[in-house]
Structures are given as C-alpha cells and as structure tokens.
C-alpha cells in the first residue's frame, strides 16, 4: 500500500434525485454515492485529491451534475472532467458555460456504447474536439478494446489535442483476449500528447472470479508502454465496487509498481494528476 496521500484520478459521485441517471438501475450500484460513501469503502487507504469524471447523467443534465459536484462542498474535489457534446450545434456555448467553472478541467464524450467509426469520423465532432484547447481542457476517452482502430485515427489526427484514456482502453480480460489490444495500446503510447488511466480493469474481467494473475499482464502492459511519467492511479469508484474493493485495486497497482522508484511511484499515484 502506498506510503503516502494519493490522488485519485478516476471517480464519479451521483444521486438520482438531484441529477438523473439511470443506466446504473437494477445493479448493485443503483444508489446515491457521494463523499462520505467513499471515505467508508477507501479504508485505510489516504486520499488527498479527487478528480470527479462525468458519470453518463441523461441528457442535458450535464452541466447541471458538474454543479452538483461542485456543491458537494468536499475540498479534496480538485477537478471535474465534465460531459459535453462535441457533435451539437451549441458545443461553443457549452464549453464556455463549463469554462466558467472553476473545478472544471477536461470534457469525457462517450465511444463507449457508440458505433466509433461513424462518431469519430463524423466532422462536427472532430471539430468539436479541437476546440477544447482554447478553453484549456483535455479530452477524456472511455472506449472498448474493439473500439481501439478508429480512436487510434482521431488521436492520430488530433495532435494539439491532449488525451487521457481511461481504464487503460478496457481490453477483454474476462475471454483472456490480448490481440488487437496488446500493440494497439502501444501505438497509443507513441502519441507524446496521450497519458493512461490505470483504472477500470477488474471490472473488465469476470466480477465474481478474477484473480490478480488475471489482470497484471495488462497492468504491466500499459506500465511497460507509458512508463511512470504518462500513468495515471484511477479507482473508477464506485463502479468498481461490482467487481473489488477499493484498498484492494489500490494495492494490487502498488505492487505493479513496486520496481520503481518511490519518486515515479509518486507520480503515477499523485503527481501526474497534480
């Protein structure tokens, strides 16, 4: 376990009755999660810093569930990657609505879930991606291991655009698959602009039966790609609670990291993030 505070980079609050959602209903996890929730399930573990993550509210609640965090009140929230939607006519003002935000820092729009060749080739959400450094934000990609190819040509066209790829691009541990994802994570390395998400990755293998075995190839895949400088420590709290708990994802990625130094340790777990 870390020695030290942690940020983490990946976490998502919600309650339905002051932000609709409803995509989490009938799972385990179809209940409010705020603050307090998470000081109970993080154990032992400290938390310094939180990045909220924009959590797929129905539409066009978006900007109303960044406020929602944002009145959260708890100091440790230090930034929010809020929904936007890069394809709409009103992105523009949108953006600038978000920007007014002091909390918020970056803009999460689905792949997931979507047909990615159409969406990532549609021009007005290309544009709409690059228009998130004029208001200082990076682009969040949440996406599916068979989604990699398309997204692979968005980055790829997208150089002044900064990335993070979340639940290192959620490869498909529960079938033992490792090809496509395997060299496809690696040429997403090759993009200086792009950072890893180290998050998210129980939850792709089987919630009921998976063992650390099962998940550290893939660990010390995006480890070996990204290296220390380029990773980010996520929990994806608490959609991780269907598949682990929290001290226990935070030690199986210490011990993935346990040959390098306290100093990149440091950064994967904070620093980066900072």
């Not at 009938?26 to 603050?35: T, V």
């Not at 959609?239 to 440091?266: H, K, N, P």
Request: aromatic share 10%; charged share 25%.
């Amino acid at each position: 376990m870390p020695s030290f505070p942690i940020i983490d980079s990946h976490v998502h609050f919600w309650d339905g009755d002051a932000v609709p959602i409803s995509w989490n209903a009938g799972l385990a996890i179809d209940r409010p999660f705020r603050p307090a929730d998470l000081d109970i399930d993080r154990g032992a573990v400290e938390v310094e810093g939180i990045v909220f993550v924009e959590a797929n509210v129905e539409a066009p609640h978006h900007v109303a569930e960044a406020d929602f965090v944002a009145g959260l009140g708890d100091a440790r929230i230090k930034a929010i990657v809020a929904h936007a939607p890069l394809h709409s006519p009103t992105l523009e003002h949108d953006l600038k609505v978000l920007a007014a935000r002091p909390l918020v820092r970056g803009v999460r729009h689905h792949i997931q879930g979507k047909d990615a060749v159409a969406l990532t080739t549609d021009t007005a959400f290309r544009a709409g991606l690059k228009r998130l450094p004029a208001y200082g934000f990076h682009f969040e990609l949440c996406i599916l291991h068979h989604q990699f190819g398309p997204v692979l040509d968005l980055v790829a066209d997208a150089p002044e655009v900064t990335f993070v790829m979340d639940h290192i691009a959620k490869p498909g541990i529960k079938d033992g698959i490792r090809n496509p994802w395997w060299q496809q994570i690696e040429e997403l390395a090759a993009f200086p602009y792009v950072t890893c998400m180290i998050s998210g990755v129980a939850t792709e293998a089987d919630h009921t039966a998976w063992s650390e075995d099962q998940l550290r190839p893939y660990i010390d895949r995006v480890i070996e790609v990204f290296g220390p400088d380029r990773l980010m420590f996520g929990s994806d709290w608490p959609v991780m609670r269907l598949a682990t708990e929290y001290d226990t994802w935070v030690a199986i990625v210490d011990r993935a990291l346990a040959g390098f130094s306290e100093s990149d340790q440091r950064k994967v777990f904070a620093g980066n993030a900072k």
